[in-house]
Structure formats: C-alpha cells, structure tokens
C-alpha cells in the first residue's frame, strides 16, 4: 500500500469516509501501518472522533483540509484517523492519557504516539495557529529528544497502570446503611427545579436515574420518586427532546435541557426507552407514553436500516450549521402555522425564552398540558388535536430542508441497547409492533454478527471487520436475557448462556476476576484495561456482573452468582463518593441488599400471565415462563390444566398462586 496519499476510501467507518478527501494521509489503525512507522521512524498522530461530532468538524475544517497544516503532518508524521464507536478500546486508551495530563478530556482526541502506538502527549481541540505549533514541538522533540520523548512514555504508561489497577478484595458483607448513605449523598446533587443534577452541561444519565427510581419503589423514598419524576417531565418538555419528530439529543449546554447539542445518538434513545417505560408503569402519565410511541417512530422512520437493524447517529450539523434543521424563527412559523400560532408560541416558549442564537427559536414547554389547558381555557381533547395537526404541519416543512447526515453504521452493543429499550417498550404500553423491531433487530446479530465463537461489533454495507468488545458481548447478553424475559422463548435464554461463557473464555482475568475490555487474542498495547465506570453508558463489567446475577437466578446457577457478587466486591469501596459513576453497580447492590424474587410462571397462558404482570414496574425480580418443566426453577411445578404463579425468594417458594390479581398483591 501507498502509505503517502489518504488511504480512508476504503473504510467501512462514514467518519473515516468523511475524511477521505483532505490533504492529510490518513490512514485507518492496522498493524501494517504500525510497522510501516517503525520502519520510517516517525512519531504517529492519532485523531480520534466520531461522525456527530461538531468541534471534530470544526477541526477538520480549520486545519485537516488546509494543504499548509497537512504538509507538516504528512512530513513529520504518520496520521491515523480512529472512528472511538468502532474501536472504543483506542479510544479509551488515549482518552485515559489526555485526561492524565489535562485532568480532562473530549473530541475531536489528538494523541501523539511512538511508532509502536504508546502515547507521550495528547490533547482536544486545537485551533490553527496553536496546532501548528504544537506539530512543530512534537517533531522536534522526538527527533532532537529521545530521552525526554521516552521519559513522556514511561511517565504515562505508569499512570494508566495504576488507573486500570483493580485488586481482588476480601468477601464483605454488603450493608443497608451503606447504601442509604449513598443515597443521602447522591440526593444533595439533584437540581429540585430543572431535574437531573444539578450542573452544566446536563447528561441525562438514564442509568443513573433508573437506579434512582428503583430505590425510590423499593424503599419508598418519596424524594427519590418526586426527583425522578420532576427530571423525567423537564426532559420531555426541554429542547433536548425533538418536540415535532421526537427522539432526544445527547445532551444540554445549559441547566434548563434547552439547548441542546443537536446530535442524536441510538444509545441514549435507546436506554430513555428503558427509563420511561418504567416511569410509565408508575405514574401512568400519559405523557410518558406519547414519548415513548414518538421516539420509537422516529427510530422506525430514521434510524431503522434495511436489515432490520438501527443506523448509529445523525449529526448536530446540516449546511455548515449545528441545530439547523431543529429551529425556526418566529416568521417561518407564523407563515406555516397562521391563525393558530398565537397558541403554539404559547405552548412552545416561541419567546425570549425560547430564543436561541439569530433570532431562532428552540422548541420546548414549561407545563404540562392540564396546567396549559387551564390557563388558556381549551380542553384537552382540542389542545391534542391541535399538537397533533402542528406536528404534522411542522414535520412536513422540515423534511424540505437538508437533513443532518446520518451516521449509517451498525454497532451491536447499541443496537442491544435499542432492544432491550423496545423490549420494556412493549412491557409498558403493550404495542406488539415493538416487540417485533426488537426481535427482528436480534435476529440480525445472531445471523450477521454472531458466528458461534466471535461476536463482531460494526456492520456496514455487508461488511463486519472488528471483532467485539466487552461492552458488545455483555450488552448482547443483557438483550437476550430481556427478549427472554419479555417472551420466555427458550432459545434466547439458551443463546446468552453460549455468549456468557464465551466471555469467559475471551476476557476473564482470574487475578482480579473482573473482565478486561479487549479478548485475550489481543494483544494490548501499553496494558490490560477493565472498564469500571459507569458513564453515559453503563461499564461493560457492571453489565456483565447484573447478566451474571440474573442468568444465576433463572438458571439456579450459583456460580454466576458468585462471581457477580465478587466483581461487586471488587469496586464496593468506591461507590458511596461517587453513585453516578457506579449506578449500575449500585442496581447490583440493591439485588444483594434488599428483597429480590423469583416470578415463575407453568401452564400454557405463562406468557400471557407474565405479559400482564410485567406491565407493572417490579426491578427486583427475574421472569421464568414456561409450558413445561424444562429449567431448575419450573421442575414439580406443572398442575395439569392450570397456569400456576409461583413468587419465590432465596430458593424457597411460597404456595402457588392462580390469578394475577394474586400475584400483583403479594408482591
């Protein structure tokens, strides 16, 4: 291969695509590039971004398509472009080394490497000038300094062991009063107006506030409950959610989820399925159930490939501008509108408010609309009727603009999380059409991605080329131990106990036994990394310790169980000082802490018995349904022309049970 020209056109990532026509000789992470800079002794510049991203643009437009800036890169460096959603173990790795040395980080990640890939300097943005100089810096350096370049290296491999260093602890006994603690802290961080947490800029964190709502049931916090609620309202009313398409952006630069930055991934649509499933099967608003039908629609219209599987993003920007296709100014809407936009600049804040940049307005509410009604003397019945007709009215004007790009690439670990969101979807609002997309997107990985020993993480045009992650395997388990759940079909349960103990075989460490993110049959290039922390995707060992803790209490496999209380041990030490980093964990501690069940449902309506029963939000429990005795937990349970509800707890059983108003008051 031609190593001194731009070699990207024939990647697989649409990031990678987007930078196939700069001056820069980018070439895409393999081996063969690695030994060609060892070979050429020269230092490798390492960009790392992803499709949505803005200032990744941004930077590509300042300096990656400017012949003067691609010279001295082309001169002095090998340049490797890395799409972080196909190769998010790279992209940790370097993302640990620009926050040790700047205590913070984000992308577009720029990382300066030995020829063999082990960092010695990194950092974000840069703008022109700056980056120029930095370039000049870096080459002399390594060329002019080997020992300070060797003492850079040192220095940070040393940092990213003792940050990857987890030891294994001593079994403990997990307290109530520990997590409590642990509440009581996480509660002085809420924002009791906006909802979330109270900082900027505002993640929504549905991991975190799932955890919250679970604890909040459980132990009947009303505080916890409320929180949940206030945030689970703020974010439906905010910019952050789509107000005409639906679907919600990645998150908001401000404390009121008004402005948000306007990419919108699958993986939080997918979790925010999850969370307002659940919050619908408590508080029955109907506005919960309008978010969930709108943005599931709007994953059917946008985001649903031809396979049956979800595409990964759609981008902030469209004509050189982030939010375009998401704002109007107050003209545009009076002219499509008329007559009724003195009601929907009411509804929809078209005010100062509302106003963004330009005069341009984000939509977004502040009521709900039985306080509107109210106000505005209108009924419910006509308001839904107008919302309706704006909507449509609105959505037509905008599909005559030009769209966002979209990001068409297949991962398996988003896609898993889209299906677990469709999966309590259909639990909540019963709609078969979900369950069905989450099926057929199953069905994909198993026929596409799954070969029987390698899951693979990305498909593009027919192509699978990367081998999976942690996160990949783990979240593909969680979706089949779901799918299982939700329609007891065996196989699924069958599949994600193959997949388990292949995780087994590929990333278990005996030492610490935790999980390492790569497969053994990579080779690591500074050292072994364990994903811990829980971020805006749950950690790919706590998923996997709550896949160990649910398939060990349907499969009566204490092993599992074991195993996920040791991971638990592992990390206990620091949840209390940080829960939203360990949200998931904590899921985990409540399964260990507090009462957890066995529903076991035998007889031939088992489905239709669970179906009815999980249209209720019950988080510490496991679902068996079965027309036979063909698991542990369902065997000498069978009465002949009966289906029979059996609610146990820590292996024994109370007396069967045979309605489900039964089994709904004793739980």
């Given at each position: 291969?031609?190593?001194?020209?731009?070699?990207?056109?024939?990647?697989?990532?649409?990031?990678?695509q987007?930078?196939?026509?700069?001056?820069?000789?980018?070439q895409?992470?393999?081996d063969?590039?690695?030994e060609?800079?060892?070979?050429?002794?020269?230092?490798?510049?390492?960009?790392?971004?992803y499709?949505?991203c803005?200032?990744c643009h941004?930077?590509?437009?300042q300096?990656?398509?400017?012949?003067?800036?691609?010279?001295?890169?082309?001169?002095?460096?090998?340049?490797?472009?890395?799409?972080?959603e196909?190769?998010?173990?790279?992209?940790?790795?370097?993302?640990?080394?620009?926050?040790?040395?700047?205590?913070?980080?984000?992308?577009?990640?720029?990382?300066?490497?030995?020829?063999?890939?082990?960092?010695f300097?990194?950092g974000?943005?840069?703008?022109?000038?700056q980056?120029i100089?930095?370039?000049?810096?870096?080459?002399q350096?390594?060329h002019?300094?080997?020992?300070?370049?060797?003492?850079?290296?040192?220095?940070?491999?040393?940092?990213l062991?003792?940050?990857?260093?987890?030891?294994?602890k001593?079994?403990?006994?997990?307290s109530?009063?520990?997590i409590?603690?642990?509440?009581?802290?996480?509660?002085q961080?809420f924002d009791?107006?906006?909802?979330?947490?109270n900082?900027a800029p505002k993640?929504?964190?549905?991991?975190a506030?799932?955890?919250?709502?679970?604890?909040?049931?459980?132990?009947k916090?009303?505080n916890?409950?409320?929180?949940?609620?206030?945030t689970l309202?703020?974010m439906?009313?905010?910019?952050?959610?789509?107000?005409?398409?639906?679907?919600?952006?990645r998150?908001s630069?401000?404390?009121?989820?008004?402005?948000p930055?306007?990419?919108?991934?699958?993986y939080?649509n997918?979790q925010?399925l999850?969370?307002?499933?659940?919050?619908?099967k408590?508080?029955?608003?109907?506005?919960?159930?309008?978010?969930?039908?709108?943005?599931?629609n709007w994953?059917?219209?946008?985001m649903?490939?031809?396979e049956?599987?979800?595409?990964a993003?759609?981008d902030?920007?469209?004509?050189?501008?982030?939010?375009?296709?998401?704002?109007?100014?107050?003209?545009?809407?009076?002219?499509?509108?008329?007559?009724?936009?003195?009601?929907?600049?009411?509804y929809?804040?078209?005010?100062?408010?509302?106003?963004?940049?330009?005069s341009?307005?984000?939509?977004?509410?502040?009521?709900?609309?039985?306080?509107?009604?109210?106000?505005n003397?209108?009924?419910?019945?006509?308001?839904?009727?107008?919302?309706?007709q704006?909507?449509?009215?609105?959505?037509?004007?905008?599909?005559?603009?030009?769209?966002?790009?979209r990001?068409?690439?297949?991962?398996t670990?988003?896609?898993?999380?889209?299906i677990?969101?469709?999966?309590d979807?259909?639990q909540?609002?019963?709609?078969?059409t979900?369950?069905?997309?989450?099926e057929?997107c199953?069905?994909?990985?198993?026929?596409?991605?799954?070969?029987?020993?390698?899951?693979f993480?990305?498909?593009?045009?027919?192509?699978?080329?990367?081998?999976?992650f942690?996160?990949?395997?783990?979240?593909?388990?969680?979706?089949?131990?779901?799918?299982?759940?939700?329609?007891?079909?065996?196989?699924?349960?069958?599949?994600?106990?193959?997949?388990t103990?292949?995780?087994?075989?590929?990333?278990?460490?005996?030492?610490?036994?935790m999980?390492?993110?790569k497969?053994?049959?990579?080779?690591?290039?500074?050292?072994?990394?364990?994903?811990?922390y829980d971020?805006?995707?749950?950690?790919?060992?706590s998923?996997?310790?709550?896949?160990?803790?649910?398939?060990?209490k349907i499969?009566?496999?204490?092993?599992y169980?074991?195993?996920?209380?040791?991971?638990?041990i592992?990390?206990?030490?620091k949840?209390e000082?940080h829960?939203?980093?360990?949200?998931?964990?904590?899921?985990?501690?409540?399964?260990?802490?507090?009462?957890?069940k066995e529903?076991v449902?035998?007889?031939?309506?088992?489905?239709?018995y669970i179906?009815?029963?999980?249209?209720?939000?019950?988080?510490?429990?496991?679902?068996?349904?079965?027309?036979?005795?063909?698991l542990?937990l369902?065997?000498?349970r069978?009465?002949?022309?009966?289906?029979?509800?059996?609610?146990?707890?820590?292996?024994?059983?109370?007396?069967p049970?045979?309605?489900?108003?039964?089994?709904?008051?004793?739980?």
């Amino acid at each position: 291969m031609n190593y001194k020209q731009n070699n990207l056109k024939t990647a697989t990532s649409p990031y990678l695509q987007q930078h196939k026509n700069n001056p820069v000789w980018w070439q895409s992470w393999s081996d063969e590039v690695i030994e060609y800079a060892k070979q050429e002794n020269k230092p490798l510049l390492i960009s790392i971004g992803y499709s949505a991203c803005h200032w990744c643009h941004v930077m590509e437009k300042q300096s990656f398509e400017v012949d003067e800036v691609a010279e001295i890169m082309n001169n002095y460096f090998v340049c490797i472009k890395i799409d972080r959603e196909e190769r998010p173990d790279l992209d940790a790795l370097y993302m640990n080394v620009v926050q040790l040395i700047h205590q913070s980080g984000g992308w577009p990640l720029n990382v300066f490497a030995l020829p063999d890939g082990k960092p010695f300097y990194g950092g974000t943005y840069f703008p022109k000038e700056q980056w120029i100089e930095l370039l000049d810096n870096i080459q002399q350096m390594y060329h002019n300094n080997q020992a300070k370049t060797m003492e850079y290296v040192d220095s940070i491999a040393n940092g990213l062991n003792e940050m990857e260093k987890i030891e294994l602890k001593n079994d403990s006994d997990f307290s109530k009063n520990k997590i409590e603690d642990t509440f009581s802290f996480w509660q002085q961080q809420f924002d009791d107006e906006w909802g979330g947490f109270n900082r900027a800029p505002k993640f929504m964190l549905p991991n975190a506030w799932q955890t919250i709502l679970r604890y909040g049931l459980q132990t009947k916090d009303e505080n916890c409950l409320i929180q949940t609620k206030i945030t689970l309202d703020r974010m439906a009313f905010g910019g952050i959610y789509d107000q005409i398409k639906g679907g919600f952006s990645r998150y908001s630069v401000d404390a009121y989820w008004k402005v948000p930055h306007f990419e919108k991934m699958l993986y939080d649509n997918g979790q925010l399925l999850s969370l307002y499933a659940n919050g619908y099967k408590i508080y029955r608003e109907q506005e919960y159930k309008n978010i969930i039908d709108e943005t599931v629609n709007w994953l059917k219209d946008e985001m649903l490939s031809p396979e049956n599987a979800f595409y990964a993003a759609i981008d902030a920007d469209s004509e050189g501008e982030e939010g375009k296709y998401y704002v109007w100014t107050s003209d545009e809407l009076e002219n499509i509108l008329k007559e009724e936009y003195n009601l929907f600049s009411k509804y929809y804040n078209v005010n100062a408010f509302g106003e963004w940049e330009d005069s341009k307005n984000i939509l977004m509410r502040l009521t709900d609309d039985e306080d509107f009604c109210k106000t505005n003397n209108i009924s419910i019945e006509s308001l839904s009727s107008k919302i309706k007709q704006w909507k449509q009215e609105l959505n037509n004007a905008r599909n005559q603009r030009i769209k966002p790009h979209r990001d068409e690439k297949i991962l398996t670990c988003w896609n898993s999380i889209t299906i677990i969101g469709l999966c309590d979807a259909y639990q909540a609002v019963e709609n078969s059409t979900y369950l069905d997309l989450a099926e057929n997107c199953m069905n994909f990985i198993l026929e596409n991605q799954w070969n029987g020993e390698i899951l693979f993480r990305n498909y593009k045009d027919g192509q699978t080329t990367i081998p999976g992650f942690l996160d990949d395997y783990a979240l593909t388990v969680e979706a089949l131990i779901k799918l299982y759940e939700t329609t007891t079909k065996i196989n699924y349960l069958e599949t994600a106990q193959i997949i388990t103990e292949e995780i087994f075989n590929q990333f278990y460490n005996y030492k610490n036994k935790m999980f390492a993110y790569k497969s053994h049959y990579d080779t690591p290039l500074v050292n072994e990394t364990f994903e811990i922390y829980d971020n805006v995707i749950s950690s790919s060992n706590s998923i996997m310790a709550n896949n160990l803790f649910r398939l060990g209490k349907i499969l009566n496999n204490d092993d599992y169980i074991k195993q996920a209380r040791q991971m638990l041990i592992n990390i206990d030490d620091k949840i209390e000082n940080h829960p939203s980093g360990f949200a998931n964990w904590i899921n985990l501690y409540l399964n260990f802490t507090f009462s957890f069940k066995e529903i076991v449902v035998v007889g031939n309506e088992n489905k239709d018995y669970i179906k009815k029963i999980q249209n209720n939000y019950i988080p510490n429990a496991i679902f068996i349904g079965s027309k036979k005795e063909d698991l542990e937990l369902t065997k000498n349970r069978l009465i002949e022309s009966k289906t029979s509800i059996y609610i146990c707890e820590n292996n024994t059983c109370k007396l069967p049970l045979y309605t489900i108003e039964d089994a709904l008051k004793t739980l």
